[in-house]
């Protein structure tokens, strides 16, 4: 903060001349706006984990105000979308918003492509092409899910083998080596395709993904125990591994009716009858108070926690 602050200035008083300029654009370096964003964005996720959708709306329409066509106040806008989509399906205006949010966050990165930017960085741009085909994937559309997919690849190269220089890597290269040999194995014909990228592998995947879980930071700890109990639930499929991940999620976001239906799965996997019985009692009464959803997903669980 030196290069633009007088040194007689204390940083108490500094981050107060921040606070009242409003948005970050005018005053701050760079580096020190894009730890901000990425703070805030943060703050959006734990709202989304939280199952808090009014807070999660709100938190993701500040960053836009304070970090105007920052990629990162998109992609936070792009989380809170998506999220939307998976707790009340078959809305094509959420889609089309979200559809619209990553294609600013796209544009906006144009900027960092070069050699110059950071690891970091790099990490969010292979998790905005994935959300990108993840929705040309819910929608069939296999052409844009492929071109998508290579977009993240080709990033996903820039950093396989630097999981120790920034561990969040440990993530998106775990999914990559476990989800590439994976496909190979459950769909032989791609076989041709994947000689065009690097060669995956299920089993350091796994490892990756069990390092991500043992962050310190809170996404990427969640994302990646989210991961390996899905991986363990349904491509496994192990769902006595499932259940203590799906416990612990559960555990740490009670009101997240995502990870309880997962939990509820595994119980019912392994014929945990009673405790199936039990949980959707438990679960149909948190969903009629949980205060921070609409009327559109609350019927949705409800019809879910009643089969």
């Known amino acids: ?59 993701s329409t500040e960053m836009l105000r304070k970090f105007p066509g920052h990629y990162l106040s998109h992609f936070s806008r792009s989380q809170y979308l998506w999220w939307l989509i998976i707790t009340q399906p ?13 294609a600013q966050s796209l544009s906006a990165i144009q ?14 741009f292979i998790n905005i092409y994935a959300m990108q085909a993840r929705l040309f994937l ?7 899910t492929i071109i998508s997919l290579r977009n993240c690849i080709s990033e996903i190269e ?14 998106s290269s775990g999914m990559y080596n476990y989800m590439s040999e994976y496909a190979i194995k459950k769909f032989p014909f791609l076989t041709l395709y994947t000689l065009l990228y690097p060669k995956g592998n299920m089993a350091l995947g796994m490892e990756q993904l069990k390092a991500a879980s043992l962050s310190d930071h809170l996404v990427w700890k969640t994302e990646a125990t989210y991961l390996l109990m899905k991986i363990y639930l349904e491509l496994e499929p ?28 595994a119980l019912e996997s392994i014929q945990a009858t009673e405790e199936s019985i039990l949980l959707k009692t438990e679960l149909r009464k948190i969903t009629r108070n949980a ?17």
């Open 1 to 59: 903060m030196n290069n633009w602050a007088n040194r007689s200035i204390t940083n108490s008083s500094i981050f107060i001349l921040l606070l009242l300029a409003g948005p970050f654009s005018s005053f701050a370096s760079e580096p020190f706006r894009e730890k901000m964003a990425a703070e805030e964005m943060k703050q959006t996720m734990q709202a989304l984990y939280a199952f808090d959708f009014l807070r999660a709306d709100s938190l």
């Open 90 to 102: 078959e809305n094509p205006e959420l889609e089309n918003q979200y559809y619209q949010t990553l």
């Open 111 to 124: 900027e960092y492509m070069g050699p110059a930017r950071t690891h970091e960085q790099t990490f969010y």
């Open 138 to 144: 819910k929608k069939k559309e296999y052409l844009r």
């Open 158 to 171: 820039a950093s396989l083998g630097r999981e120790s220089d920034y561990p969040p890597f440990n993530l």
């Open 238 to 265: 192990k769902p006595a591994l499932a259940i203590p991940l799906a416990s612990q999620l559960t555990e740490t976001y009670p009101q997240n009716l995502i990870y309880q239906w997962h939990y509820l799965q």
């Open 291 to 307: 205060p921070g959803i609409n009327s559109q997903q609350r019927a949705y669980f409800l019809s879910l926690f009643s089969q």
